[in-house]
Every structure is written in C-alpha cells, then in structure tokens.
C-alpha cells in the first residue's frame, strides 16, 4: 500500500524558513518523481514543485510564486521528500500535500497519491 | 501564465448525471486529468490523460478534452459523490495548473 506522511508543518514568522519532510512507503521511492501541492485555507490546489528521479536526472521545477524561495530534495537511501521554503510570507499560509506524480516517458499526467497534508502557518 | 477555469459550484439531483466543465486555451491540445476532494481530505485522482481511470474508481467517472474544455461526466450520482472536483493540467513543459474547482452538491 502506498503511503505518504508528511510532518514539519507548524506556526512561522514571515521571512523565515520551514523544512516539510514526507516518508514514503509501498512504491520504489527512488524510480518516483514527486511533487508538492499546497492549498490555502478555504482556496483550491496550487502546484508548488517537482523533482524527478536520479535516474532521470534528479532535477527539479518550481512555480513561479515559490521560485527562487524553496528548496525540493530527496534522500533515496531514507525514502524522504524534503521541501525548505525560505522568505516565507503570509501567502504561504496552506495545507502542503506530498504527492507521488504519474509518469510515463517524460510525461506528468497528474498526482496517483497523496498524503495527509500537514498544514503551515506564516504569522507574525 | 496558462489558466484552467471552472465554474465555482453546480448542484444535481441523486441518480442524475452532473458535467463539470473545465476551460482553457487550447487545453483539447493538453492532457487534463480529473480530482475529487472531500472536506477534511486529501485530494484523490478520478481521471487523468483526459478519460482514463486509476484502478478503484467507478465507471460512473468519466472525462473526456476536446477544442477548448475538458468535461467530467458523474452518472446517476450519489450523495457520496458530493465534494470539490478540480482539474489540471501541464501549462508548459514543467508547471503544473489547476483549475479553481467546483463545488458539487447533491440534493
């Protein structure tokens, strides 16, 4: 059974960082591409970045309003997802999900799985 | 920046079929998959490369893109199937979007 857990989430001030982890389990982390999806409260889904698998060259992709400010990293050898988000601002308020992305070749056709979520606060 | 639209919420009756429209530029030349979110959940794939469906989902879900709209068909739905429905779909080679979803009701 796949499964995706994400912690870290909790209370931040504006302009300082937060570190989400997710573990996976019941897939071959390391042949998965991941990405992470937040949604603010009461608003809808907002793709936040991916990273690919080493394999296919362990690189990574952002969205616009998080380019530059956050970080996504994996340790293959602990099945972890890693999200740093720096310079944080009341905007990034939200539930962030990690999600598994459905691949074939070098197509992403949506997100199989996802976690619980585990939702940050930016507050001062 | 590539934008998906949806209409904000749609009401059906039970044992009716409910379409839920998504719109975007070009987007019959994109593949558009489909998610359902209930309160206090997580989101859960129905629908991607326009109609499949992952294993576990009922035939009763289906999506079909075309010219500028994806469609997601509900037939004879059930007040289980009341939650927020969104679409995605690849802007460009990298980003993902979403459209703002719609809140069905099933009354």
């Known amino acids: 059974e796949v499964q995706l857990v994400e912690s870290g989430g909790g209370l931040a001030k504006p302009g300082g960082s937060l570190r989400l982890s997710c573990a996976a389990s019941?897939?071959?982390?390391?042949?998965?591409?991941m990405s992470w999806v937040r949604q603010a409260p009461g608003k809808g889904l907002e793709w936040v970045g991916r990273?690919?698998?080493?394999?296919?060259?362990?690189?990574?992709d952002y969205a616009a309003p998080v380019k530059g400010r956050v970080v996504i990293s994996r340790d293959d050898s602990r099945n972890i997802l890693l999200l740093q988000l720096n310079g944080l601002k009341t905007e990034d308020t939200a539930v962030y999900y990690c999600?598994?992305?459905?691949?074939?070749?070098?197509?992403?056709?949506?997100?199989?799985?996802w976690g619980q979520g585990t939702p940050v606060t930016v507050s001062s | 920046s590539y934008q998906l639209t949806q209409g904000p919420s749609m009401s059906v009756s039970p044992g009716q079929t409910a379409t839920i429209t998504c719109s975007g530029e070009?987007?019959?030349?994109?593949?558009v998959c489909w998610y359902q979110q209930k309160p206090g959940h997580s989101p859960l794939l129905l629908i991607y490369?326009?109609?499949k469906r992952p294993s576990g989902i009922p035939e009763r879900f289906s999506g079909s893109n075309s010219g500028t709209t994806a469609t997601l068909t509900i037939s004879e739905t059930q007040a289980v199937d009341e939650a927020d429905y969104y679409c995605?779909?690849?802007?460009?080679?990298?980003?993902?979007?979403f459209g703002g979803g719609t809140k069905l009701t099933v009354l």
């Open positions: 999600t598994r992305d459905l691949v074939t070749g070098p197509m992403v056709y949506g997100f199989d799985f």
């Open positions: 019941g897939f071959t982390f390391s042949r998965a591409w």
């Open positions: 990273i690919k698998s080493e394999n296919d060259g362990g690189t990574t």
């Open positions: 070009k987007l019959g030349d994109k593949y």
């Open positions: 490369q326009d109609n």
């Open positions: 995605q779909a690849w802007a460009n080679s990298t980003d993902q979007v």
